[in-house]
């Protein structure tokens, strides 16, 4: 008896180039991809919800260099709710796996949205995956991260959401010519005829009531420690910075002492 492919949907956002401030690929996104790319035998549709001028279109892009082919994308009007659109769409397109990265690098960037998709389409959601071992008979064996490196199998009922994280297999590069020929299917908030369904949008009602304003400087954030092994870890945690380097102040002057403290905390920001 022959198993039907595994029919694989993933949710991608866009973000943007940390140096260069370029429209790109959102990393996890890009593993959620990944992960799909390798299942053998896999039917894999890419999706992405929300704006698509021309900055979103380049971002895009940069995931059909992977070799998908094709990007489907659901073009919501300012203000609309992602998640009311993806659910129609998912329950249309009826896929075994929806797999989204844990958290976007851009917009609201909350990290909710795969836990409120799952919610309106009343299916289970397993965060921190970080691989696929297998399928069989409806269900899908799920390699989860856990804290300290440790790993833990699951076995989950189909459909399921699935939040990838960045303990998965590192994405491919993007090439340049399947990123160019790769196809950006619109698909407009009102269907055409082709289409059996119309695409019912719903109103952000809590973006709608935002006050935006310019960002103000803040303390700079903790630095995220993303190795991997135990051994990556324990250096990362002990390893002293230049920052972190103190100086040991002998037989000196109070006027001496009081200069040096000064110069430490016009360094570290602290006084301007």
Known sequence: MLCEPLQVMVLVSTSMHSLTGRPCRASLDAQ????????????IE??????????????????LGMGIGQISVLKLPELSDPVSALAQYVNEA???????GEQAEWGEASGLLP?????????????????????????IELLQAL??????????KQPVVVTINSAAPQAR?????????????????????????????????EQSQWQLQPAKQRPKRLKIITAKTAAERMKAATMVTPSQAGKVLQDTSPQQAAEAILALLREEGVLK
């Open 32 to 43: 959620a991809i990944e992960l799909a790319l390798q299942q053998p035998g896999a039917v």
């Open 46 to 63: 890419v999706v992405h919800a929300g704006n698509a001028g021309d900055s979103e279109q380049s971002a895009l892009r940069d995931y």
């Open 94 to 100: 009826e896929p075994d796996l929806v797999l989204c």
């Open 115 to 139: 836990y409120l998709l799952a919610d309106q389409l009343g299916w289970a959601i397993v965060p921190h995956i970080a691989g696929l071992a297998g399928v069989a008979d409806r269900h």
């Open 147 to 156: 804290p300290r490196g440790q790993r833990r199998k699951l076995l989950v």
């Open 173 to 205: 590069q993007s090439a340049f010519l399947k990123a160019r020929d790769g196809i950006i299917n619109m698909l407009e908030s009102e269907y055409d005829s082709e289409h059996e369904f119309g695409l019912k949008l719903a109103a952000d009602r």
